[in-house]
């Protein structure tokens, strides 16, 4: 769906990115990960043409985007930035309506558009359409931030690290909605961020950067698996294997109940690394697995954890 | 039981009330056997030694109060000032010739000014303390508690004139000032756009720097020669061809083009505000084709020299005032309308101007209070107004004129002061900023 060739951008001497190529297939949620300075926005601006390379292609779907008239290109391109740029001297409700305005909509149907879309984010319209950006929570305003980028169903979101600026809570909230939404809405989304655990949590697949140059780009569990240059296992850290451990569902590595019924439970929604933290803090080698509804439906064995997360191939 | 606040002198108040109390000792009005006779003092006491105590007292309480108390107590003041007055002009005219005259004195401005201050003790009284004010305004007016002052002797005598005059400063300060917005807010669209245009802060910068007489005196030849030897149409010509002159060496040498466009924009304002001025003002607008400038109205003195040099002194507010609200346009908000497929063109109405706006509205209003009070000078060459009477007054050594052009020029700019500052809040408030 998105895809870059011998991508380059110098500025004078410096090269911010020192030929990218990456494919980004359709409905897919890539994060662009790396440290501050690596190129990862810089490469991001690159597909709706905030900035132009100094060699190589972007291409949407088969289109190369230098075709394009910028401006249409934009609109049909979901973009949230990190401070959210929501328009100061806009209501919420005109803010989700710009793109939708800038096509030529009808004042009905991009106001019925502009209501939907702030109900899809969890802002109730009523309460939300009249206030202004000022009057936002940082999560709230990030929420509409999402409902803007959203507005005129575009199938590309670009997302510079939406959830940068808000407080840790909020932020694995505001990524499990989006997880969510993204899983009915099934965009293809290029996402920024400089956190690890944001990446590892949400992507599909995870391009790690650095200074320029794709470091890696695999699904979350290959890249904490194996990674394959010095600069990745270092980027990744020594709690890599926890990581992974989050990534895998408790579900998987449920046993059926034996005589022996551990003291204390965990709900089978919770991922591997749950389970091990909740083991090390009991002390305990095994806990009991329940349902939503608290019925105990099997155990999970630290043995069984140790091998999910050992490095061999299974 | 709510709580009562502790008692305190709030300083501004007890400021206010000493005015008062000082103003009470020094002479309040003047009886004069002429309009432009030396005139002989005379104190409260002396004829309504009563009255003295009560706004004594008053300003105690003015000190001491607070609240509504204190808005009342104010309201009491102002009438008492202007009975006062009123009564005194009466007392001291009784058994004069009909030539004798009273002039407010030291007291009468200073109990003014003690009120002005009060006024500000009470502002946190939001609209209450307005509308007494206002009120208490009326009911003086009303009561012609200042009809026999030498001021409004003057005013009865030159009535015609002076709405005439009052029309004329108006229409000379409203064209300078909207030549300015028309001029000077594109130019700070330029150069908050463009770094090569960053000249234009520093020109509008230094044009204010000039005395405004130097800058009639400089306007007057030049504009005198240009009236008598250029002929309208040509001048027309010479402005239309210019523009596109002007790109065409803009691209050969920025400062040619540059002079070019600043000689003939010059020409173009002095023009434009001649007609305008004549548009919206008493004068009758003429424009006489195939003759030299002068006899459309665009003369070495009159009003082109006055507006044209009004033009040039608000044109430093709003042009640094549009660049400064371009350029405090967050950076974010412009990168996401550029992102979300904004044009320049829609980034710039839908996004930049907004955001600056109550900004420029903010140097339109300082551009109108300051051109208010420069249009005074206008009266010097010719151009009318107020400073009309400012002028002859001085000339003839006659006090009460004086004061019949000063203190409307005073009033109008405090007028227009604050409906744009209530304008500008409001957006402000809309705004967010």
Redesign the interface.
Known sequence: MIRFENVVKRYGDFEALKGVRLEVAEGQLVTLLGPSGCGKTTLLRTV?R?IEPSEGTVFIGEQDVRQLDE???????G?V?Q???????MSVLENVM??PR?LGWSKEKREARAREMLALVGLEPQTFAGR???ELSGGQAQRVGLA?ALAADPPVL?MDEPFGAVDPPTRERLQDEFLRLQSELKKTVLFVTHDLEEAVRISDRICLMNSGRVEQYDTPEVLLRSPKTPFVRDFLGPSRTLLRLSRIPLNDLIEPLGTHRPAVSIKRSATARDAFSLLLANGIRSLAVTDEGGQVVGLVRLESLLTAASEEEP | MRETPPRYLDPVAGLAAGLGVLALLLPWLELKSSRIAPGEPFHVWDWQGFGALALLILWAGVARAQGPAQVGLLGLALLAWGLLTGQGADALLSGQPESARVSPAGGFWLTLLALYVGYFAAYRQGGWILLTVLLGLALLLGLGAFERLGPLMEFQSWREQFFTELWRHLSLSGSAVLLAVAVGVPLGVLAAGNPRMGWVLGVTGFLQTIPSLALFGLLLPLLAAISQGLRLEIALGAIVLGMFAFRLLWAVSGWLAVSLALSLGLLALAMAGAWLNSLLGPDPLRIVLGAPLQESGVRGIGAAPAVLALTLYALLPLVLNTYTGLRGVPEDARDAGRGMGMSPEQLFWRVELPLALPLILEGIRSAASLTIGITTVAALIGAGGLGFFILRGVEGGAPDMVLLGAVPIILLALLVDSALRFASMALRRRVGI
């Open positions: 709706n905030l401006v249409e290109l934009r609109r049909g391109i973009y930035i401070s959210i740029g929501l328009f100061p001297h710009v793109v800038l202004f950006p000022r803007r670009l």
